[in-house]
């Protein structure tokens, strides 16, 4: 019967990882190529190849995994799953403010203690901007735009495709959907470098895929995290404001990042403690399926 096929069986984590390294490296190889010949309307060090290179990376995977799905088979309308008509939207919004609280406060927190032991590197990521002016890029205009594009509609799209899609179901396959949780949310917060604050993140958009069954949810609750990070972004770089750019004004702030924390802590790690899934929970791709996860080719 071929509802019963899995999937998830042969799509495996380390196939996903191989690809994406391989097209990172063939990207990398083409631009660096192009370069060498004076082919590229920029330099080999402008800033803009960093969105560029991410928008091609991950869409150039989900592309790699969507092909694939053809041949396993899997079903692409069971893995999104079901558009939400009756989504409690404003307790959404409610619920990412919350989970952006917490991250901006596990940086604070976490990044305090590393800057006693790597100052310059903490130093460095203050300075990181997602917009940029006209004395730090040839084309401000054409970088900021693509910045924008990869952070509100590429990331939130491929990046839960990938983690919440692909990789939940996976590795649910393999140990259980509790693990799966833990393991997609650390990849996910050792990839974004706030491994704290965005482990909880992953932890929540997943429990937001497995109560929602629909991956729709997820990827819009990531695009408006990301919004008000821009949002933040863009207003800390407007002239009346001061944005915290040193390390002695950072550590000086440590209260923030401690207000953060207590301020949303409690109704975040409420939500993953009433959504935390039993053992036996079934993954939204099978379910949206009406399959057992357990069925075999």
């Keep these: 019967m071929a509802g019963c096929e899995n999937p998830f069986l042969v799509l495996k984590a380390r196939l996903v990882a ?43 995977l989900c592309a790699t995994i969507l092909l694939a799905m053809r041949r396993l088979p899997l079903d692409l309308a069971a893995l999104l799953g079901p558009v939400p008509r009756q989504l409690a939207w404003v307790q959404l919004l409610w619920l990412v403010g919350g989970v952006f609280l917490f991250s901006l406060g596990a940086f604070q927190v976490s990044y305090l203690g590393l800057s006693l032991v790597a100052p310059g590197l903490v130093e460095a990521t ?15 205009g054409l970088y900021n735009g693509l910045m924008l594009f990869s952070v509100l509609v590429v990331a939130p799209i491929t990046e839960e495709f990938i983690f919440r899609g692909v990789l939940l179901h996976r590795w649910g396959v393999k140990w259980g959907v509790r693990p799966a949780i833990v393991l997609t949310s650390g990849l996910f917060g050792v990839l974004h470098s706030n491994l704290i604050g965005l482990f909880v993140f992953g932890v929540v958009m997943s429990l937001l895929y ?88």
């Excluded at 990207?27 to 969105?51: E, H, K």
């Excluded at 203050?126 to 401000?140: I, R």
């Design 210 to 297: 497995l109560s929602t069954r629909s991956l729709l949810v997820p990827m819009v609750a990531h695009a408006i995290n990301n919004a008000i990070a821009f949002g933040i972004d863009f207003l800390a770089a407007r002239p009346p404001a001061h944005a915290i750019d040193t390390l002695a004004e950072f550590r000086s702030s440590w209260w923030l990042g401690i207000l953060c924390l207590l301020v949303s802590a409690p109704w975040v790690l409420r939500y993953v403690a009433y959504h935390w899934p039993d053992r036996q929970a079934r993954l939204p791709y099978f379910i949206n399926q009406g399959i057992g996860q357990g069925c075999r080719p």
């Design 126 to 140: 203050l300075h990181q901007s997602l917009l940029l002016s006209a004395d730090q890029a040839t084309a401000p």
């Design 18 to 60: 191989a690809v994406f390294f391989a097209i990172a490296a063939g990207l990398a190889l083409v631009f660096s190529t192009l370069g060498s010949l004076d082919l590229l309307p920029f330099q080999g060090d402008d800033p803009i190849l960093g969105p560029l290179l991410y928008s091609l990376v991950f869409i150039g």
